[in-house]
């Protein structure tokens, strides 16, 4: 199942640049031939996208979200008419309807938004060449961990009580270990499946609320539009009680993501 939240494209622009590190060093590990022909799935505002497909010339990119939000600022920014080689449609990750079309199926900091990988790595399998790879990663268990308990803790303030009754985070969090096993139920060998720790630098406080704004829809989903920055305010004020600016007044917070690098084999 994928979890369907409100996206803002703009906003998701504006404060999304540890999504742009992450990409980068998955571009890194990410061996593309000029003829390739690649999806890129949860491709947000398109900007990834964008650059893999002026790394495959000869071939072609599909990119394919499921917010209809995301896909058309994606499709206006980056137009076919300007990107020959470049598409974008809304599409649902587990119910991807492709067979042996692609080279290369690339995620970047998406699928945890899907909560059970079992079914979304068999369509991923299927949706790929023999030999195709899949390069990904995403939110690793523990990821934003102290973040997380801000909010949950904020989430059982009198203030926010009601809002969060029977609340319980539905997002995908496995392990390296568990990964493997998945893929390799699916029919994927895996080549790298490890857990990447990093640290993310918020400049300020500004730019902290941003980024929660975009990625913490499980719990401002649940609260009426206008109180959302109150929210995001509040677990900031928490966040920063326990783990105090740096001495350059940034916000620094521990992320763990799952890094996965596969590949279908020659034969079934």
């Known amino acids: 199942m994928s979890i369907r939240y409100e996206w803002n494209p703009s906003e998701y622009a504006r404060h999304s640049e540890p999504q742009t590190r992450a990409a980068e060093e998955l571009f890194a590990r990410l061996d593309l031939k000029p003829d390739d022909v690649v999806i890129d799935i949860g491709c947000g ?3 990834h996208t964008a650059a893999i497909a002026a790394r495959v010339p000869l071939g072609n990119v599909l990119g394919v979200d499921l917010s209809a939000e995301m896909i058309r600022f994606a499709s206006e920014k980056f137009p076919q008419r300007c990107y020959p080689n470049l598409c974008f449609e809304v599409g649902d ?6 067979v ?3 080279s290369v199926v690339f995620s970047n900091l998406a699928l945890h938004w ?3 990988h079992g079914p ?3 369509g991923l399998v299927r949706a790929l060449r023999p030999q195709g790879c899949l390069c990904m990663q995403m939110s690793e268990k523990g990821n934003y961990a102290a973040v997380l308990a801000a909010c949950n803790g904020l989430a059982q303030d009198r203030l926010w009580r009601s809002c969060f ?5 539905e997002f995908a969090q496995y392990d390296a270990d568990e990964y493997r096993a998945l893929l390799k139920r699916a029919g994927f060998i895996a080549d790298e499946v490890k857990m990447i720790e990093r640290e993310i630098i918020y400049p300020n406080r500004q730019s902290f609320v941003g980024f929660w704004r975009n990625v913490a829809h499980p719990y401002t989903s649940r609260l009426l539009p206008e109180h959302r920055d109150l929210f995001l ?9 326990q783990h105090p600016l740096d001495a350059n007044g940034q916000i620094l917070v521990r ?8 590949h279908r084999p020659a034969t079934a």
């Open 45 to 47: 505002d398109g900007r």
């Open 93 to 98: 990750a587990t119910a991807l309807r492709f």
């Open 100 to 102: 042996s079309e692609f």
């Open 114 to 116: 899907v909560v059970d």
């Open 120 to 122: 979304l790595l068999e």
């Open 165 to 169: 009754q029977d609340f319980s985070l």
């Open 233 to 241: 305010d509040q677990v900031a004020d928490r966040y920063v009680e």
């Open 255 to 262: 992320a763990k993501r799952l890094f996965v690098l596969a």
